[in-house]
Protein backbone atom coordinates (compact mmCIF):
# COMPACT_ATOMS: atom_id res chain seq x y z
CA UNK A 1 0.00 0.00 0.00
CA UNK A 2 0.80 3.65 -0.86
CA UNK A 3 -0.41 5.83 1.89
CA UNK A 4 -0.28 9.88 1.80
CA UNK A 5 -0.70 11.71 5.16
CA UNK A 6 -2.12 15.03 5.98
CA UNK A 7 -0.70 16.72 9.15
CA UNK A 8 1.74 14.30 10.04
CA UNK A 9 3.00 16.82 11.97
CA UNK A 10 0.22 16.66 14.65
CA UNK A 11 -0.43 14.60 17.35
CA UNK A 12 -2.41 12.23 15.70
CA UNK A 13 -0.55 12.15 13.04
CA UNK A 14 2.83 11.92 14.38
CA UNK A 15 1.42 8.29 15.56
CA UNK A 16 -0.01 7.61 12.14
CA UNK A 17 3.09 7.77 10.29
CA UNK A 18 5.06 6.22 13.50
CA UNK A 19 2.83 3.30 12.68
CA UNK A 20 3.19 3.37 8.99
CA UNK A 21 6.92 3.63 8.84
CA UNK A 22 6.77 0.61 11.12
CA UNK A 23 4.43 -1.79 8.85
CA UNK A 24 5.51 -3.82 6.39
CA UNK A 25 2.78 -3.68 4.06
CA UNK A 26 2.71 0.19 3.63
CA UNK A 27 5.47 0.46 0.99
CA UNK A 28 5.64 4.10 1.10
CA UNK A 29 4.43 7.24 2.48
CA UNK A 30 4.13 10.40 1.37
CA UNK A 31 3.89 13.20 3.92
CA UNK A 32 1.89 16.41 3.14
CA UNK A 33 1.60 19.32 5.53
CA UNK A 34 3.00 23.05 5.77
CA UNK A 35 6.07 22.00 7.86
CA UNK A 36 8.44 19.36 7.53
CA UNK A 37 8.39 15.96 10.05
CA UNK A 38 11.97 16.44 10.41
CA UNK A 39 11.87 12.22 10.28
CA UNK A 40 14.50 10.64 8.14
CA UNK A 41 12.72 7.22 7.11
CA UNK A 42 13.27 5.13 3.44
CA UNK A 43 10.12 4.79 3.12
CA UNK A 44 9.21 8.54 3.43
CA UNK A 45 8.92 11.34 1.39
CA UNK A 46 7.42 15.01 2.03
CA UNK A 47 5.99 17.93 0.46
CA UNK A 48 6.10 21.30 2.07
CA UNK A 49 3.64 23.98 1.25
CA UNK A 50 2.30 26.78 3.07
CA UNK A 51 -0.78 26.87 1.41
CA UNK A 52 -2.35 23.23 1.40
CA UNK A 53 -5.69 24.70 0.08
CA UNK A 54 -4.25 24.73 -3.60
CA UNK A 55 -2.13 21.33 -4.38
CA UNK A 56 -2.57 22.09 -8.21
CA UNK A 57 1.49 22.89 -8.26
CA UNK A 58 2.40 19.35 -6.83
CA UNK A 59 -0.10 17.68 -8.42
CA UNK A 60 1.93 15.08 -10.15
CA UNK A 61 3.50 14.25 -7.51
CA UNK A 62 -0.23 12.75 -5.83
CA UNK A 63 -1.53 10.43 -8.11
CA UNK A 64 -0.95 6.36 -7.67
CA UNK A 65 -1.56 6.43 -4.01
CA UNK A 66 -3.81 3.76 -2.07
CA UNK A 67 -4.95 5.82 0.73
CA UNK A 68 -5.23 9.27 2.61
CA UNK A 69 -5.24 9.37 6.36
CA UNK A 70 -6.25 12.93 6.72
CA UNK A 71 -4.90 14.14 10.50
CA UNK A 72 -5.19 17.70 9.94
CA UNK A 73 -7.32 19.70 12.42
CA UNK A 74 -7.42 22.64 14.65
CA UNK A 75 -8.87 23.08 18.10
CA UNK A 76 -11.92 25.24 18.15
CA UNK A 77 -11.51 26.63 21.44
CA UNK A 78 -11.56 30.59 21.08
CA UNK A 79 -12.07 30.73 17.83
CA UNK A 80 -14.76 31.91 15.60
CA UNK A 81 -17.33 29.38 13.41
CA UNK A 82 -16.34 31.11 10.34
CA UNK A 83 -12.56 30.55 11.41
CA UNK A 84 -13.04 27.12 12.39
CA UNK A 85 -15.06 26.52 9.17
CA UNK A 86 -12.39 27.80 6.99
CA UNK A 87 -9.69 25.09 8.49
CA UNK A 88 -12.33 22.13 9.71
CA UNK A 89 -14.64 22.40 6.09
CA UNK A 90 -13.31 24.14 3.19
CA UNK A 91 -9.34 23.25 3.77
CA UNK A 92 -10.43 19.22 3.89
CA UNK A 93 -12.91 19.23 1.39
CA UNK A 94 -10.49 21.41 -1.12
CA UNK A 95 -7.67 18.96 -0.57
CA UNK A 96 -10.53 15.90 -0.75
CA UNK A 97 -11.71 17.08 -4.04
CA UNK A 98 -7.80 17.84 -5.65
CA UNK A 99 -7.46 14.14 -4.42
CA UNK A 100 -10.21 12.04 -5.83
CA UNK A 101 -9.47 13.46 -8.88
CA UNK A 102 -5.95 12.18 -9.21
CA UNK A 103 -6.81 8.99 -7.47
CA UNK A 104 -10.34 7.81 -7.57
CA UNK A 105 -9.59 4.60 -5.76
CA UNK A 106 -7.93 5.95 -2.98
CA UNK A 107 -9.26 5.13 0.73
CA UNK A 108 -9.61 8.48 2.43
CA UNK A 109 -9.27 8.25 6.24
CA UNK A 110 -10.53 11.66 8.16
CA UNK A 111 -9.82 12.36 11.94
CA UNK A 112 -12.99 13.63 12.96
CA UNK A 113 -13.97 13.48 16.71
CA UNK A 114 -16.44 12.05 19.09
CA UNK A 115 -19.77 14.06 19.39
CA UNK A 116 -19.52 15.46 15.77
CA UNK A 117 -22.79 16.14 14.73
CA UNK A 118 -23.89 14.19 11.59
CA UNK A 119 -27.28 16.49 11.77
CA UNK A 120 -25.43 19.74 10.98
CA UNK A 121 -27.71 21.13 13.01
CA UNK A 122 -26.95 21.29 16.68
CA UNK A 123 -25.99 23.66 18.99
CA UNK A 124 -22.30 23.10 19.29
CA UNK A 125 -20.30 24.94 16.79
CA UNK A 126 -17.59 22.71 16.37
CA UNK A 127 -19.68 19.47 16.54
CA UNK A 128 -21.97 21.17 14.16
CA UNK A 129 -18.88 21.57 11.24
CA UNK A 130 -17.44 18.30 11.60
CA UNK A 131 -20.43 16.68 10.90
CA UNK A 132 -20.81 19.07 7.82
CA UNK A 133 -17.34 17.71 6.71
CA UNK A 134 -17.78 14.28 7.49
CA UNK A 135 -20.80 14.45 5.48
CA UNK A 136 -19.27 16.22 2.11
CA UNK A 137 -16.20 13.57 2.49
CA UNK A 138 -18.68 10.86 2.06
CA UNK A 139 -20.86 12.20 -0.78
CA UNK A 140 -17.25 12.04 -2.60
CA UNK A 141 -16.75 9.16 -5.27
CA UNK A 142 -13.48 7.81 -3.30
CA UNK A 143 -13.45 4.38 -3.10
CA UNK A 144 -14.15 4.80 0.68
CA UNK A 145 -14.45 7.53 2.69
CA UNK A 146 -13.67 6.86 6.51
CA UNK A 147 -14.87 8.90 9.48
CA UNK A 148 -12.74 8.35 12.71
CA UNK A 149 -14.11 9.50 15.80
CA UNK A 150 -12.04 9.17 18.97
CA UNK A 151 -12.65 10.78 22.32
CA UNK A 152 -9.79 10.92 24.87
CA UNK A 153 -6.11 9.97 22.34
CA UNK A 154 -3.41 9.19 24.83
CA UNK A 155 0.02 9.93 22.87
CA UNK A 156 2.49 6.95 22.79
CA UNK A 157 5.85 6.83 21.88
CA UNK A 158 6.92 10.33 22.36
CA UNK A 159 4.37 11.76 20.73
CA UNK A 160 3.78 15.39 22.02
CA UNK A 161 0.25 17.86 21.05
CA UNK A 162 1.41 21.14 18.78
CA UNK A 163 -1.55 22.84 20.80
CA UNK A 164 -0.26 23.97 24.61
CA UNK A 165 -3.25 23.97 26.13
CA UNK A 166 -3.23 20.02 25.31
CA UNK A 167 0.05 19.75 26.28
CA UNK A 168 -0.48 21.08 30.12
CA UNK A 169 -3.06 19.02 30.41
CA UNK A 170 -1.65 16.06 29.31
CA UNK A 171 1.33 16.84 31.29
CA UNK A 172 -0.85 16.89 34.66
CA UNK A 173 -2.65 13.70 33.38
CA UNK A 174 -0.04 11.16 32.68
CA UNK A 175 0.47 9.14 35.45
CA UNK A 176 -3.35 8.42 34.83
CA UNK A 177 -3.09 7.38 31.30
CA UNK A 178 -2.60 3.30 31.72
CA UNK A 179 -5.68 3.50 34.18
CA UNK A 180 -7.60 5.52 31.93
CA UNK A 181 -7.11 3.66 29.07
CA UNK A 182 -7.61 0.50 30.53
CA UNK A 183 -11.27 1.86 32.49
CA UNK A 184 -12.76 3.11 29.56
CA UNK A 185 -11.69 1.51 26.32
CA UNK A 186 -14.79 2.80 24.81
CA UNK A 187 -13.49 6.42 25.25
CA UNK A 188 -10.03 6.37 25.02
CA UNK A 189 -8.19 5.07 22.81
CA UNK A 190 -4.06 5.99 21.83
CA UNK A 191 -2.21 7.45 19.08
CA UNK A 192 -0.26 3.78 18.08
CA UNK A 193 -4.27 2.28 18.14
CA UNK A 194 -5.66 5.05 15.80
CA UNK A 195 -2.09 4.18 13.36
CA UNK A 196 -2.98 0.81 13.22
CA UNK A 197 -6.83 1.12 13.18
CA UNK A 198 -6.54 3.12 9.85
CA UNK A 199 -4.45 1.03 8.34
CA UNK A 200 -6.50 -2.15 8.69
CA UNK A 201 -9.12 0.21 7.37
CA UNK A 202 -7.28 1.34 4.27
CA UNK A 203 -7.01 -2.47 3.55
CA UNK A 204 -10.29 -3.43 4.26
CA UNK A 205 -13.18 -3.70 1.28
CA UNK A 206 -15.82 -3.75 4.05
CA UNK A 207 -14.88 -0.94 6.11
CA UNK A 208 -17.49 0.82 7.71
CA UNK A 209 -18.15 4.51 7.16
CA UNK A 210 -17.78 5.65 11.28
CA UNK A 211 -15.30 4.41 13.67
CA UNK A 212 -15.87 5.30 17.25
CA UNK A 213 -13.15 5.27 20.13
CA UNK A 214 -13.82 1.45 20.68
CA UNK A 215 -14.53 0.71 17.14
CA UNK A 216 -10.72 1.82 16.71
CA UNK A 217 -9.72 -0.22 19.49
CA UNK A 218 -11.22 -3.26 18.13
CA UNK A 219 -9.60 -3.11 14.89
Request: aromatic fraction near 8%; charged fraction near 20%; hydrophobic fraction near 45%.
Amino acid sequence: MRAMIFGATGMIGQGVLRECLLDASVASVLAVGRTATGITHPKLREIVRPDLSDLSPVQHELSGYDACFYCLGVSSVGMRESDYRRLTYDLTLAVARQLVRLNPAMRFVYVSGAGTDSTEHGRVMWARVKGETENALLRLPFSAAVMFRPAGVVPMHGVRSKTRLYRAAYAVTRPLWPLLYAAFPRYVTTTEQIGRAMIRVARRPDAHAVYESADINRM
